[in-house]
């Protein structure tokens, strides 16, 4: 009779330990996926980031086109540079706008100031560049 108690005071210690260890791997399992979900979106984010800045950098190539045509610019255009990217589907948009603005260092100068704003999908990347005239 004995033994047949002791035996009922373990019943269904087994069964618990089970739930906690299937818990346990649920847990870590939901940690990791999460993890590398994360990690996935941030290099999805960093490619269009790349993408939005050269888009930036051309518009201001653009502009510096420009501004050497002419032997002394007095005003150089503001410029508008959109590209189509035919393995996405997708359009990358970026426009540089122009500020002529006096500098003294040392003696004043004439600059410049070049604004890009690179736009792809949901990512938005801007260069300033300070160009002499």
């Given at each position: 009779?004995?033994?047949?108690?002791?035996?009922n005071?373990?019943?269904?210690?087994?069964?618990?330990?089970?739930?906690?260890?299937?818990?346990?791997?649920?847990?870590i399992?939901?940690?990791?996926?999460?993890?590398?979900?994360?990690?996935?979106?941030?290099?999805?984010?960093m490619?269009?980031?790349?993408?939005?800045?050269?888009?930036?950098?051309?518009?201001?190539?653009?502009?510096?086109?420009e501004?050497?045509?002419?032997?002394?610019?007095?005003?150089?255009?503001?410029?508008?540079?959109?590209?189509?990217?035919?393995?996405?589907?997708?359009?990358?948009?970026?426009?540089?706008?122009?500020?002529?603005?006096?500098?003294?260092?040392?003696?004043s100068?004439?600059?410049?100031?070049?604004?890009?704003?690179?736009?792809?999908?949901?990512t938005?990347?801007?260069?300033?560049?300070?160009q002499?005239?």
């Amino acid at each position: 009779m004995t033994a047949l108690r002791e035996h009922n005071k373990n019943t269904g210690s087994a069964l618990l330990l089970t739930i906690i260890v299937l818990s346990l791997f649920v847990s870590i399992s939901a940690v990791v996926v999460n993890i590398v979900l994360s990690e996935l979106r941030i290099n999805k984010d960093m490619a269009d980031s790349v993408i939005a800045f050269y888009v930036a950098d051309t518009a201001v190539e653009n502009v510096l086109i420009e501004a050497r045509r002419e032997p002394t610019p007095t005003t150089i255009p503001s410029t508008s540079v959109s590209l189509f990217l035919s393995l996405e589907d997708s359009y990358a948009y970026a426009t540089a706008t122009v500020e002529i603005i006096d500098l003294t260092i040392g003696a004043s100068t004439r600059s410049a100031r070049i604004k890009a704003n690179g736009r792809y999908k949901d990512t938005n990347r801007a260069i300033e560049v300070l160009q002499p005239l």
